[in-house]
């Protein structure tokens, strides 16, 4: 390293030669800085004040606006004095303290920049859902932390290299340190980017209906740790992020339509053409009941009845509408099931007792199909 007080001593001297003999060139150099100064400046001020003309929006000018706005008076200066220090004939050592601020103040003002732009685009991200709000605002202090911290971390290294210094080792103990912290905050960390990935990604939102893990429920509330989760039976279910975003997430609120099947079998002692009338019958219902008819028909014999299938939509998204118009089509199934005649299947056992002769006994021998006597 250099000799901090030798050098200061060369500055001084070498400044002292420069005022006595070039002051008509520094007059020049001063006037046309200050007019580049005052002209960042009215840039600057031209930045703030879009902003405030148009508080709230989150546009990409309001945002170039905010990081215009916080341009520093440091880097103005020193923009100034790197773009006239040739007029004024300036002595190299002073030249070289000019340009290594100047240096420092671009990578310094660079990450204040970049922080802002990176920090609106964040905000423009998720402005457009309200329901979202709180949960970015509890956010943003973290955010805005390590993203200061990740900025002005190589903002530092830079300029220390700029400088002449060896960041290698500066380099590994900040890679080290970051995988410590990592490691201890793992859990934390996992859940704030599985938060950060639901309000960017937008799988769901607050008051839709999703299907989790065999649990059907509204999202109430989505929070940084936890996405809290109100079952259809009434139970509020709190879930971790991470373990939300773990498994297959169905959101019911966004589906146009619900299909819904059903499954139907009636008695073996179904004639054949009252079979063939059955998907007729269950269109015409489903039809009547403002609903969409997919299809309906036979889909095997099982161990005590012939089954048929129905499938149908319902035109909504809404979990109660859907609800009630599965509980109508289902009763108007039954009352017409009725009135045709047409038996459910149940399962059912016969029991057939016998003389110790082998004459029949039960059911009587005249009996048709047989006498039920029990029933599982």
Known sequence: MPDIGASIQRLTVDGSQWLTTHYVELIFAAVIGTAIFFALGAIKRLGARYVRNNHGLTGYRTIIGTAIARTSKFFMLMVSAELVVNFASAPSSFDRVVHVLFTISVVIQVAIWLREVILGLIVRRTSRDPDQHETLENAMTLIRLLVTFVLFAIAAIMILDNLGVDVTGLIAGLGVGGIAIGLA??????????????????????????????????????????????????????????????????????????????????IYQTQPGEARRIPALLKKIVEDNDAVFVRCGFVGFGDSSINFELDFDIMSSDYDVVYQGRHIIGLAILQAFNEEGLEFAYPTQTTFTAAPDGEMILPYPEGGFGTVVSKD
Do not use: C, H
Request: hydrophobic share 40%; glycine share 8%; charged share 25%.
């Open 185 to 266: 905050a793992q859990g934390i960390f996992s859940d704030l980017f599985a938060a950060l990935s639901i309000i960017f990604d937008k799988p769901f939102r607050r008051g839709e209906t999703i299907s989790y893990d065999n649990t059907v429920g509204t999202i109430e509330k989505i929070g940084l740790k936890s996405t809290r989760l109100r079952a259809i039976t009434g139970e509020e279910i709190i879930i971790s992020n991470t373990n939300l975003l773990d498994k297959e997430i169905v959101n019911m609120t966004r589906l146009a339509r619900r299909r819904t099947r059903f499954g139907i079998g009636v």
